[in-house]
Nanobody, 123 residues
Framework: QVQLVESGGGLVQAGGSLRLSCAASGRTFSDYTMGWFRQAPGKEREFVAA????????LYADSVKGRFTTSRDNAKNRVYLQMNSLKPEDTADYYC????????????????WGKGTQVTVSS
């Protein structure tokens, strides 16, 4: 079992950057594949990125590839999402997720979820 807490959301202008952090507590952090999802009001939950347990393999959604970077520091029990060149369509609640299996893009495959952090990108 692992508990997840996101931070770093906020309001930013289009073209700007934000870095989201996710703090994990509970069992060994390196046992978990970590993912990021986002959900805008009235829309379906959308995959953003995921990173392997070692941090050496990463999967990105096409919509964020080249703009977002996820990384993890297993010594600090943290996972990060660096978001650059933000667009208004990136506006959403962003969620940190975890699973014991491999990297996948399906939200239903992730067992643990944080409460989310809001990202608003203005034009």
């Amino acid at each position: 079992q692992v508990q997840l807490v996101e931070s770093g959301g906020g309001l930013v202008q289009a073209g700007g950057s934000l870095r989201l952090s996710c703090a994990a507590s509970g069992r060994t952090f390196s046992d978990y594949t970590m993912g990021w999802f986002r959900q805008a009001p009235g829309k379906e939950r959308e995959f953003v990125a995921a990173i392997t347990k070692s941090g050496r393999g990463i999967l990105y959604a096409d919509s964020v590839k080249g703009r977002f970077t996820t990384s993890r520091d297993n010594a600090k029990n943290r996972v990060y999402l660096q978001m650059n060149s933000l667009k208004p369509e990136d506006t959403a609640d962003y969620y940190c997720t975890a699973r014991t299996g491999t990297v996948v893009a399906a939200a239903s495959s992730y067992n643990y979820w944080g409460k989310g952090t809001q990202v608003t990108v203005s034009s």
